[in-house]
Every structure is written in structure tokens, then in C-alpha cells.
């Protein structure tokens, strides 16, 4: 805990109330970021574990499926030249010889003038060459009368036809879908390699925060922004480790940004002044590369490399917090884990109901709500004001070079 | 296993190799289902499992965040009057009584004429009614010179500003978002109510099938389905229980229906022949509701009820399967975990490259790729074909009312 000093002396403190000299822009963050964020190695995991990950390999498979050819009906497996002329009014018979299930070898060779009766998805016995359909015919006894001509070959799955030895059925870099794994099964694979998940170290620091599910009291608040990172790490791919609030002392900072991670996360501190120790170990101990970014909110958020790894710096505030993570950190995450970079929201587009107004210079972050009149941006008070993100759903941005919009523009909205 | 059967006897599967005598609209399946899907009760999760989930209570927080007026700005707590009259060329001076930073409540009380260093965020001193910004200052040893006005209240956060206490800040029925987490912990929940996940039993049914991850051989093929259903239940919010192939014999499938869960999803054997098990058994000691309906693929699907829980009967053939699950099995997981009932997929609107043929009086579920020319439909050649939905980009659902839609025309693309 910092106590209070109720001293005169001039402190440090002078230096970040000016805020930063100049700020970076958003473009130039973004390309900082693409050039030093990179997909992860690969790891073998089994197929059940493997839904939603992405791909690091091509799957060539080694067998055809079906391995045999199948009935595509329900019917009778038949020689086709038996059937040739067969109508209603001039029903041909063949002789029944017997009925074949999937999953099992009919014994015999169908000889010509015989039929078995078959069932989709059963192997086509020897002899036969087409499937009489169950429409196309009326069995009796042990015969089964043909009310149609098939041609050779008519009904008939062929071997390969799902998938066909040596094709590439999935390619490296796709993120798996719930067939993908069906379709892995049905080739034998047992498991995959896949894109590593990001280990992402979330670094909570603020002497006024109370942990997660602690009422707040006296003049300390909870903390918001490590439960809402870990869903957010979660939702892209990454996987946290020991997230939770790390006292404001260099030393335990920097241990901490030292952990075992890939990327790390610095929530709270990232300003200029003599409480924000994580810009001044980075740039002790790594490169802080960037420091101060021209938008709103969020414009005290960084970002730099330590021992090699990743460092994002991200304001304390709860609002700031969250767009410096889909901006930046969501980003570099989910190029960690092999997925788009891109937003991970779904977009529409809408016609503003009220003028939405931004500053040549800064990219805004607005957040906004869906209402019968249209995009409504949300009166908000600061980006200390969680709930505007929560009242929200979603949010509109304003690039730096536009003052914003008037009422009744079209815009982008992402949906939280 | 079941044997070949190399004889000339009638059997039952001249029953199934005719079809459903009727088949019910998917309008009608569809209501069925609506009508038996139930939202299920709630359970405690810790606020870190939450995300994602569906809260199951409105959530009224029992406190005012912040629970004590700050400072929105880095600067000087200040009386406002204090300020009057200040401007850059009419410099006032304040003696600096000390510094107040985050989570700390400053001891004394600010005189007139006085003004305590203050971060943002930080309790305002009591005494103190506004923070003139560093911007508006000049720091001189023990004195800070204003440079500008301001007015009382100017750049105070006020006692629940962000929530207000009684207020309902998240309602029952929402799906957990990452900020929601935030602001749940902000007011210190550690735990909240949610919508319970449904438990969903998968029964597999095939005696051709290997097991998943088996390399097929012989005439047998590995389980498609039971990875991909896995992957389904997951994503749309359900817990999968045993899930594997259970053999094809009445007495084991009935024990695997009657498994405690909430749904039961059994792939294969769901149409009306010797080997299809469970429409019976269902009809037997439950009630089976719906059988047959009128759509391709998938339309020997089912539903019904065993001991008051949702039986839902799917193809064995992959892609009817993946189709039955989407129109009806996930529907009621997704009702059942709270979650919308909707279809789980984003959609766009597309131009048709080619036209895509359907039939009066069925749904049909026709796989596409969106290409340079537009919305391709893809050239398949059966239920049985899997790899079409993985070289799908998505698929388009033609009514009933329809005979399909032209080259050119507009359609709406749901996107896996």
C-alpha cells in the first residue's frame, strides 16, 4: 500500500499529470504489433480435444472413404443388364438370394437373374453392379419383381467418393468445426496437431483493488479488469496463468513479468507517472516500444517485448481496459493461437440516431446501443464507467482522421 | 453384430425399405420441439466459470460503485472558488498540502485556498469540490498556480456513477459477457446463478462403425458422428455423457436411453427397418412424438420423450446427421442452456452463381461455397458425403413453399 503523503515536496507525479509528449497512432501501434506477434508451434492433441483450435497441418488422408463401394439406397443389389426393359406392366423376377446389412460382406457372387436385398450404406455384393430401389420393385416370397430399369453403376457409392486416399481433406491454419472432427474420425485420425494456445500471464495492479468477489469498501474498489481479461483471453484462444492482482513493487512486477508465458498482460500502472512501474522495467529490462497511443479511451496503453516475449500494457480503467485488449492485446492473442486477427465480433451496419462526435487525430472507441430510432451512442461519463459497456451492445469506431458523424450516417457497429 | 442373412424370407425391412408412410413438416416438428424444450433450473458457478453462461437472476448490486467520490482526472483537488477568475494571464496560487493517490483517503481537510495532488480515481479530499486538471496548472515547490477555472463538481466522479445501489445492472436471461464478469466483480458477486447445462446422453448406433480414431478397414467405417455431435453439444452449451458407439441390440440401447441426462441424441438406426432400434423402444415406453419428416437430407428423424426427458433420433448418415442436429437436437440444447433458440451461425446475404433446386413440400439443406462468382452451390452427391460440409463455407435452407431459386437471385447464407 502507498500511503498518502501529505508533503509539499514536488514529486514525480508532476511528470505524468502532463501525460505523454506525443502519442503514437493507432495504425502505427497495430503495425508494431503484426510485425512482432507470431503464430505459436504446433502440439499434438487428441481429436476430441481438438474443436476450435487451428490446424498446424495439412491432413492428407491415407484411405479412401469408403474404403469399398456402397448402396446409396434402400433396394436390391442386382446386375443392371437384368433389369433392362423391366416396367409396371413388364415386371421382370429375380431370384432372392439373400439380404446384406452395413458393415458386413454379402457371401456370395450375385450370378445373373439373383438380387439381395440391400440396405444404404451396406457393401454392394460381388456381381452386382447397380441397386434396384425398394420404389422400383415388389418382393414375393423369394423373388423380387423389378418395376424399373437401373443402369450399371446407378446407386452405387463408389469407393473414395467421401473422401479419396492422398487428398488434402483439411489444410493447415483452418480452425476446426464440429464436421472437420467428423470428418478426421472417419479417416482414423486419433489426433491432430494443432496451434499451441497462448499461455497469457494477466498482471493486475492497482493499490485501491479489493480481489475478485470482494465487496467493495472504504476507498478501494473491486477488481474488474482480471475476471473480464481471463474471459477475454478465453474467448480468443489463450489460456490464463496466475491471474490476480500483483502489489505495486517493482521487484513483484517484474517477477511477474518475468513468469513462464507467452504473452503477458499489464492491467493498471501503464501511465508516466512514479506509480507505473511496468513501462520503466521494460524499458530497463526489454523495449518498450510503444507508449501512449492516440485514441480515446485507452490512450495510456503500451506495448513492448521483455526476454523476447510480448508485454501489453493496459490502462487501469475498467473501459480503457477493455478496448486496449480487443485493439491490441485480443489481437496479438489470437495471432498467437493462429486465428484471424481480426475483431471477433460479428458486424452490421446502421444509421446513427444522433451525431456521434470524435477529434481529428484519435480513433474513438464509442459505445453504443440498438434502439427502434437507430444507433444510439451512449451518454457516458468516462472510461471509468464499466457499464456503459455492459448498457451497450456494441460499439462504433471513429477513425482518426474524421470528426465523427452526423445524424442519420450509416456506420460500422461491432456487437459485444 | 448382425449377420448377413443369406435367405429368401420376406423380412421386415421390406417395412423400411418403403419409407415413412408420411412425413411430418419440419413447421410442425418444429413446434413440437418448442413446445417440449425447457430452459433448465439454475446452479452457483464461481464468477470465473460464469462467462458465457446465462444467468439464471437478475443481479440488483447491494452497493454504489464507486462507493465514494474521485477524481476523473490527474490534477489538484481544489475548492472551485478557489479557481474564479483564474486564467494564464492572471495566474492563482494554492499552497500544496500533499498528495492523494488511489485506494487512500487523504487525513485532512482541504482549506480554502489549499489543494492536494490528486491521480485519477483517487478519493477527492473532504473539503475539496472539484479537480482542476494538471493542464490547467503549474506546479511551483510548494504551490501549484492555476491557470484556468473550473467549477464545482468539474471532473468528480460521483458516488455510484458507474452503478448506482439497488440498481439492476444484468438481468436474467443474458449470456455472460467477458465486461459483465468485470462488472459483476466490481460489486463484489463471487458467485451468481446460472442457467444449469444441459447434460446431453449421444448414443451411436451402426454395428459398421470403428470406433472414432480407429483407421477404417474391411467393410467398416470410423464413427463420424460421435466426434462431430461432441463438438455440437459443446458449442451450443451442453455436457456430453458417455458418448460412444452402443451396440445395436434393444436391450442396450434402452439402457443407454434411460442413462441420467437431460437430452438424448441417438444417431442411426432412426428410420423404420429390423435394425432400427430406438423409434420402437421409444414407442414402446415413451412417446414418440414426431418420425419422418419432410426435408432433405435428414428426414428419417425423430423425437419423442422417454421418462419425461427429449429423445431426438438422427440419421446415421453423416451429413443428415449434422443437418438434424442443427434443425432440431441443438435447438432444444440450446433451450435447454437458455441460450436463444436460433440458429448458432452468422448470416449474410449472397447472389446465387448457379441455380439450386428443391421440391414442393420440403425443407432442403443445401451446402454452398461462397466463390468470386457468388454463392456456388455444391455439387453433392449424397447424406453420405461429410466432406461437403467441411468444403462448405455454409448452407442455405430452402422452405417447404419453394421450388428452389434461380441463378442470380438473392438468398440468405447461413456461414458454419
Known amino acids: 500500500m502507498t500511503d498518502s503523503k501529505p508533503s509539499g515536496s514536488k514529486t514525480h507525479s508532476d511528470v505524468r499529470m502532463r501525460g505523454f509528449a506525443e502519442r503514437t497512432t493507432v495504425e502505427l501501434a497495430l503495425s508494431w504489433l ?11 492433441v487428441s481429436l476430441a480435444q481438438s474443436a476450435g483450435k487451428v490446424l498446424a497441418q495439412d491432413i492428407v488422408s491415407q484411405t479412401d472413404v469408403p474404403g469399398f463401394s456402397r448402396a446409396m439406397m434402400d433396394g436390391y443389389a442386382v446386375h443392371a443388364a437384368d433389369t433392362h426393359g423391366a416396367a409396371p406392366y413388364n415386371p421382370l423376377a429375380l431370384a432372392i438370394i439373400g439380404e446384406v446389412l452395413p458393415g458386413n460382406q454379402f457371401p456370395a457372387e450375385v450370378q445373373r437373374g439373383q438380387a439381395v436385398r440391400i440396405m444404404t450404406g451396406a457393401p454392394i455384393p460381388q456381381g452386382a453392379d447397380a441397386v434396384l430401389p425398394a420404389e422400383y420393385s415388389e418382393a414375393q416370397s423369394d423373388r423380387v419383381l423389378c418395376h424399373g430399369e437401373v443402369a450399371t453403376g446407378k446407386h452405387v ?15 493447415a491454419g483452418r480452425r476446426l468445426r464440429p464436421q472437420d472432427l467428423g470428418l478426421l474420425s472417419s479417416i482414423g485420425c486419433q489426433s491432430v496437431r494443432v496451434v499451441r494456445q497462448p499461455r497469457v500471464r494477466i498482471i493486475i495492479t492497482g493499490n485501491e483493488l479489493l480481489p475478485p468477489g470482494t465487496p467493495p469498501h472504504g476507498h478501494r474498489i473491486g477488481d474488474a479488469n482480471g475476471p473480464m481479461l481471463q474471459a ?8 490464463t496463468i496466475n491471474p490476480g492482482i500483483v502489489p505495486d513493487q517493482p521487484a513483484e512486477i517484474l517477477s511477474a513479468l518475468r513468469d513462464d508465458a507467452d504473452i ?14 511496468a513501462p520503466s522495467l521494460i524499458t530497463e529490462h526489454g523495449e518498450l516500444a510503444i507508449h501512449g497511443i492516440a485514441m480515446r479511451p485507452s490512450s495510456p496503453s503500451g506495448m513492448g517485448l521483455l526476454d523476447d516475449r510480448l508485454v501489453l500494457l493496459l490502462p487501469g480503467n475498467p473501459v480503457s481496459c477493455l478496448c486496449a485488449y480487443d485493439f491490441f492485446a485480443g489481437r496479438a492473442i489470437r495471432t498467437a493461437a493462429g486465428r484471424s486477427a481480426d475483431w471477433p465480433y460479428p458486424f452490421t451496419y446502421g444509421r446513427l440516431a444522433r451525431k456521434l462526435v470524435s477529434a481529428i ?15 444510439e451512442p451512449l451518454a457516458i461519463s468516462g472510461a471509468s464507467v464499466l457499464s456503459s459497456t455492459t448498457r451497450a451492445d456494441g460499439f462504433v469506431i471513429i477513425p482518426a482522421d474524421s470528426e465523427g458523424y452526423a445524424a442519420g450516417a450509416d456506420v460500422k457497429v461491432y456487437h459485444y
Open 232 to 239: 477475454l483471453v478465453n474467448r480468443d484462444g489463450g489460456i
Open 34 to 44: 503484426d510485425a512482432h506477434a507470431q503464430c505459436l508451434e504446433s502440439e499434438s
Open 157 to 171: 457409392g463408389l469407393v473414395g467418393e467421401d473422401v479419396a486416399r492422398g487428398t488434402c481433406i483439411l489444410s
Open 264 to 277: 503477458i498482460l499489464v492491467s493498471g500502472g501503464s501511465s508516466v507517472g512514479q506509480e507505473d512501474h
Open 361 to 375: 487525430g484519435r480513433v474513438d472507441y464509442a459505445r453504443i446501443a440498438i434502439t427502434p430510432q437507430g444507433v
